[in-house]
């Protein structure tokens, strides 16, 4: 019932051998895909040589990946799925990255904004970051240790005696100026 007008119909579906793959596939993506293999083995089953299959088909899809995107986007998509992911998935995430690294000049999602951000942060002891999600997030600077000279010290009692009246009477924390410092500062 093929109809010779139509090559949709019309191809031959007699089982071919398998061609070599004509991507080129590198060391690095190679050890990447890898790992994706070990990460997500074989369902119960399902022939080990099948799985081999199917990885050797993923790497030569995703060769022309840069392999640094393309370890990113495997990492992001071991922590939110459960399934070997496909060739598109892993595309998909890796162009996401490069938008993002290659963004607007200078706007959201660059480097240079995420510099910006860090420059005119007044914490010493915080950063700003970008998430797995491109969003951006403070972070406690890693191997900060905190002093106490960085903060203002308590409140002596002289220095409380010459605080206006009303901020006494109300009892507002400010420091070591609590009900206690209030009561004390009273009686005396």
């Given amino acids: 019932m093929d109809m010779p007008d139509n090559p949709i119909l019309n191809r031959n579906t007699s089982p071919a051998p398998p061609l070599r793959s004509i991507n080129r596939v590198s060391k690095e993506t190679t050890r990447i895909v890898g790992t994706i293999g070990l990460r997500f083995p074989p369902a119960s089953g399902t022939d080990p040589q099948q799985h081999a299959a199917q990885l050797a088909l993923l790497a030569s ?28 998935e892993l595309i998909g995430l890796a162009q996401g990255y490069v938008s993002r690294s290659t963004g607007p000049r200078g706007g959201y999602g660059s480097q240079e904004y995420l510099d910006r951000a860090n420059q005119n942060c007044s914490r010493v002891d915080l950063e700003w970051i970008y998430d797995a999600g491109g969003n951006m997030q403070l972070r406690q600077r890693e191997g900060y240790k905190s002093t106490e000279r960085e903060y203002a010290l308590p409140l002596t009692d002289a220095e409380i005696r010459k605080m206006p009246e009303w901020i006494i009477k109300m009892g507002i924390t400010i420091g070591d100026l609590d009900a206690d410092h209030c009561a004390r500062i009273r009686s005396a």
């Fill in 61 to 88: 899809d995703v060769a022309h990946v840069p392999p640094e995107y393309l370890e990113r986007a495997a990492n992001e998509w071991a922590v939110k799925s459960p399934y070997m992911p496909k060739a598109s």
